[in-house]
């Protein structure tokens, strides 16, 4: 129903800033809560941030005031603003695209390939 694709991770030094972007296709945008989370080698996938489709944000506290999470539906794509990288935030991030339909008892959740963020001296 949702394809995602994640794009924008690289190497980045500590302090630095990247920003990562998640194209989606093939159901309707604007529909579903998106949201980012990471995960480290040897650790269970965290939140990052969510937005909804009306611009509400939500974020882990270990990124509070360092990253902002944006949406451009026209667009199909979710933003992910990193700034003030810290070598603890080194994880594949993965895009996440979720709609609740508690009607049908319902609920569709999507996620992206993950793209690499290592954060270095």
């Known amino acids: 129903q949702v394809q995602l694709v994640e794009s924008g991770g690289g190497l980045v030094q500590p302090g630095g800033s990247l920003k990562l972007s998640c194209a989606a296709s093939g159901s309707i945008f604007s529909r579903y809560v998106m949201g980012w989370y990471h995960q480290a080698p040897g650790k269970q996938r965290e939140l990052v941030a969510t937005?909804?489709?009306?611009?509400?944000?939500n974020y882990a506290d270990s990124v509070k005031g360092r990253f902002t999470i944006s949406r451009d539906n026209a667009k199909n794509t979710v933003y992910l603003q990193m700034n003030s990288l810290k070598p603890e935030d080194t994880a594949v991030y993965y895009c996440?695209?979720?709609?609740?339909?508690?009607?049908?008892?319902?609920?569709?959740?999507?996620w992206g390939q993950g793209t690499q963020v290592t954060v270095s001296s």
């Open positions: 996440n695209a979720r709609r609740e339909r508690p009607m049908w008892s319902l609920v569709d959740d999507f």
């Open positions: 937005i909804t489709s009306g611009g509400s944000t």
